[in-house]
């Protein structure tokens, strides 16, 4: 069984940064992938980033392409999201997700494992 525990959510103006980490407790065997989700408030849950591994091949949505970075330790048992330039519609509650394989790695009704969410506000 796995489990994922996220943490790094916060407050912070437009432009500035947050780190989102979450850690994973059990182990992956083959292909995975992890993906971040976020819902905002009133809106359905999207995704905007997937990290798939091994290899470590990202993905990232149009709406945060050059702002965000999805990453891991070596260990493989943290994954991050580094926030960057952060605007007003980035807030919302982010979700760190992991699948088994490769495919339907955005498909948030198959998705095998999700964490709890971490709140992410950007005031301007």
């Known amino acids: 069984q796995v489990q994922l525990v996220e943490s790094g959510g916060g407050s912070v103006q437009t432009g500035g940064s947050l780190r989102l980490s979450c850690q994973v407790y059990g182990y992956f065997y083959g292909l995975y992938c992890m993906g971040w989700f976020r819902q905002a408030p009133g809106k359905e849950r999207e995704n905007v980033a997937i990290i798939y591994s091994p290899g470590e091949a990202t993905d990232y949505a149009d709406s945060v392409k050059g702002r965000f970075t999805a990453s891991q330790n070596t260990a493989r048992t943290t994954w991050y999201l580094q926030m960057n330039s952060l605007k007003v519609d980035d807030t919302g509650t982010y979700y760190c997700?992991?699948?088994?394989?490769?495919?339907?790695?955005?498909?948030?009704?198959?998705?095998?494992?999700w964490g709890q969410g971490t709140q992410v506000t950007v005031s301007s």
């Open positions: 997700a992991a699948h088994v394989g490769w495919q339907n790695c955005t498909r948030q009704d198959v998705v095998n494992y």
